[in-house]
Structures are given as structure tokens and as C-alpha cells.
């Protein structure tokens, strides 16, 4: 199927992407039959293309770029990737209502969700944390680029909120005397909590919650909030990690409208440059 899609992609370009429209296909774990593909698909399958025949016609392996006579269409993004104040809450309030073998791995849950949503971090960041990339004296964690996906490193102020929790963890790890380097320690408390450990997590809370999440919604979370309280794209970009700063702008295409209503009243003729 694939490659049949990539000679037609090669020998009719217009023809690939009628394909994909017109396509039946299964979406997620209930395997729900939809067909075609969202706007935003169309956009960055024919940016890709597009960049791919124009090498290969500045290198004359073609006489012309087929996508030069394609009209290219902007998507509309109206699928929010945040979550809302109540999903949060509902989240954190299964998290409290969970049992478990240990109070500590209540202590960490709750951590957990605080460092998402108050830095933003990727889940293998997360997962990276060690002892050592906080600095609580001078409320700073760090993300060491060899856990991070941009390979950077990078440094996060923290929220009082979150260094009364972490401040907290810490008293109850250290009466525990575990003696593992990672941040956050696995429900046996032997060693780091792992990708599939989070998972877990989360396919729990989800159940539980009835809320359809999973961990980079929180990093989008942040981004909202963050630039909500702090208009300026320029600070978000280094605190979450990113080298382009038009990825940054990928997390906040779809603000809501009453995000941008008190911008708007707040023109008039008195106040132009």
C-alpha cells in the first residue's frame, strides 16, 4: 500500500492526496472507521512533498515541481490540545482518591502532575530527572540535553507551588533512605519510574477519570497558561526547549477567542503609535 502511494505520489502528485481523502481508516484503540484525513494532515504532507520535489528539480532529476501549481490551503485548527481547569482537577482528584501500597507513591503521583504542568517538560525529561537537577535553594530545575529531545540544556524556574511539593517528597524520600539517583522511584521503589511505568499511570487515571489524556497534553497545558500570564512567545520558546520557534507557536494555535477579546478592547484611536 505504501509504495504503491509513493509512485503515485511521484508520477501524480494531486492523485496521492485525492487517495487520502477519499480513504477509509481506523482510528484509535476502538479501531473507529473514518474517512480521509484532517486539513492539518493535507498541510504538512504537502509541505514535506513539496520540499522533496524541489530538490529534486533544482537537481534536474525533474523539469518542474508539480506542487508550483498546487493551491495550497491553511488549515483551521479547532482541536484543543490543553486541558481544561476541570480535567486537571479531576485528574489530580483521582490521583488522591487511588490506593496505594505505599502513601510515598501518592506524594510522587502528585509531584508528577506539578512538574508537568508548571514546567512543561517532555515525558522522557520527566523520566531523566535526577537528584541532582534540583536546585531547590535557588527554586531551579534542570533538563540535561542528553534526555532531551532538542539536546539541549536547559533551565526551568520553579513555582513556590511546586518546590512546597518537591520540598515535601524529598523530606518522606529521604526517611525512606532511598538511595536511587532518579527524581522519581517506581511503585516497588527500587529504581527510576520508566516511560512504561508513566503509562500505566496515565491509562489508569484515564479510566478513572473518563478524561482522554495523555502527557504531552500537559506540556500544551503549559504553554497555554504560561503564555496567557506571560505574553511573550520568546520566554516560552527557551522554557520549553525548543530551537524554532515556530514549533513554539504550534502549541498555541488554537487559542480560544476570549483569549484575544481583552487584546482587541483594549485598541483605540487615543492610544495608536
Known amino acids: 500500500m505504501y509504495v504503491f502511494l509513493i509512485i503515485q505520489c511521484f508520477y501524480f502528485p494531486t492523485e496521492l492526496f485525492r ?71 479531576k485528574i489530580m482528584s483521582a490521583i488522591v482518591g487511588m490506593k496505594y501500597s505505599n502513601p510515598f507513591l501518592l506524594r510522587r503521583n502528585v509531584l508528577i502532575m506539578y512538574i508537568l504542568l508548571f514546567c512543561g517538560l517532555r515525558r522522557g525529561e520527566l523520566v531523566g530527572l535526577q537528584l541532582r537537577d534540583i536546585d531547590l535553594e535557588r527554586k531551579m530545575l534542570v533538563v540535561r540535553g542528553e534526555t532531551s529531545k532538542s539536546k539541549m540544556d536547559r533551565v526551568i524556574p520553579m513555582n513556590n507551588t511546586l518546590c512546597e511539593h518537591l520540598n515535601r517528597y524529598l523530606g518522606d524520600r529521604k526517611k525512606l533512605n532511598l538511595k536511587n539517583p532518579y527524581l522519581l522511584v517506581s511503585d516497588h521503589l527500587d529504581m527510576g519510574l520508566g516511560v512504561s511505568g508513566l503509562k500505566h499511570l496515565v491509562l489508569v487515571l484515564r479510566k478513572k477519570t473518563g478524561v482522554t489524556f495523555h502527557l504531552h497534553r500537559m506540556r500544551h497545558t503549559f504553554a497555554v497558561n504560561f503564555i496567557r500570564q506571560n505574553p511573550d512567545i520568546y520566554k516560552l520558546r527557551q522554557l520549553m526547549g525548543h530551537k524554532d520557534i515556530r514549533m513554539t507557536a504550534m502549541y498555541l494555535r488554537c487559542l480560544p477567542l476570549s483569549e484575544m477579546r481583552g487584546n482587541v478592547e483594549c485598541l483605540s484611536i487615543d492610544n495608536l503609535m
Open 19 to 89: 487517495i487520502l481523502e477519499t480513504r477509509d481508516r481506523e482510528v484509535g484503540r476502538a479501531k473507529v472507521i473514518k474517512t480521509g484525513i484532517k486539513q492539518s494532515t493535507v498541510a504538512t504532507y504537502r509541505a514535506k512533498l513539496n520540499g522533496f520535489f524541489r530538490w529534486l528539480k533544482d537537481r534536474e532529476y525533474i523539469a518542474s515541481n508539480p506542487f508550483d501549481s498546487m493551491k495550497y490551503v491553511r488549515p483551521m485548527y479547532e482541536d484543543l490540545r490543553w486541558l481544561s481547569k476541570e480535567e486537571v482537577e
